[in-house]
């Protein structure tokens, strides 16, 4: 059985719900990949140190936004916990060095939950969410290698943020078809060449070898999740990317690993 593939995908905010296009493109991408067995989520969203594992059974959702009509407070997404997948990735991540901690009360923020109701919205397949414990790009590439094992036993792994993320910026863009400012354009389109050449290295050091970087991304935490993507898929797989343009101006680019 080949390896279970790994994404990066771009979230959205919980309006995704209400883009039929980038809905319809979710839906589509999950129709083609294999069923897992399980996912697991690292979403920008949760920043926690030493490395956290999130519920192991089936809690409310953290509805971790603020000031959107009511309705979006009302979205559930009960899928089962995964409590093996939460002893394999403790036993493939712990060591002296990096402890694993457990947030047995801590469901799924929107970074995991808003695109798996569109992919999988039987909300039937066990899912995990882990912290990312520091935004180093390397220490994050690394965590990656580690999980790639998991891969094998069909896990999904999905590092779920946004290709290119500047709020305050994106408020000058003319609703969610508005043409892109040019410092997302820019970004956007050398991370798709950095990744259609494999240049990991490249990416890694985003933030000196990117044009307009600290504009593309303020705080890195929405580009941390393809560092784990890449760290668990890149050894078998150029990335390809599955959905792209933009969304208020934000790059939507999202990939596959093999």
Do not use: C
């Amino acid at each position: 059985m080949s390896a279970t593939p790994v994404l990066y995908l771009s979230h959205g905010a919980p309006p995704l719900a209400d883009d039929p296009t980038w809905t319809r493109q979710l839906a589509d991408w999950s129709a083609g990949l294999p069923r897992p067995k399980a996912i697991l989520v690292v979403s920008a969203h949760w920043e926690e140190a030493p490395l956290t594992l999130g519920a192991t059974t089936t809690v409310p959702l953290v509805y971790d936004f603020w000031g959107f009509p009511e309705h979006y407070y009302q979205v559930t997404y009960p899928a089962p916990g995964a409590p093996e997948l939460a002893a394999r990735v403790r036993k493939l991540l712990h060591s002296n060095e990096t402890p694993v901690h457990e947030a047995p009360e801590r469901g799924l923020d929107h970074g995991a939950y808003v695109p798996l109701v569109e992919m999988y919205p039987d909300a039937d397949i066990p899912v995990l969410q882990i912290s990312m414990p520091s935004l180093d790009p390397r220490a994050l590439f690394e965590m990656g290698r580690k999980l790639k094992p998991l891969r094998d036993e069909g896990v999904l792994i999905i590092g779920s943020g946004f290709f290119t993320h500047n709020l305050a910026a994106m408020r000058a863009v003319d609703g969610t078809d508005g043409a892109p400012p040019a410092w997302s354009a820019e970004f956007d389109h050398w991370g798709g060449e950095m990744l259609n050449a494999g240049d990991i290295d490249a990416l890694l050091d985003f933030q000196r070898k990117a044009p307009a970087a600290t504009l593309a991304h303020p705080r890195i935490e929405h580009f941390a999740p393809l560092f784990v993507s890449l760290g668990a898929g890149i050894d078998d797989a150029t990335p390809e990317t599955v959905i792209d343009g933009y969304w208020y101006g934000l790059a939507k680019r999202s990939v596959q690993l093999g």
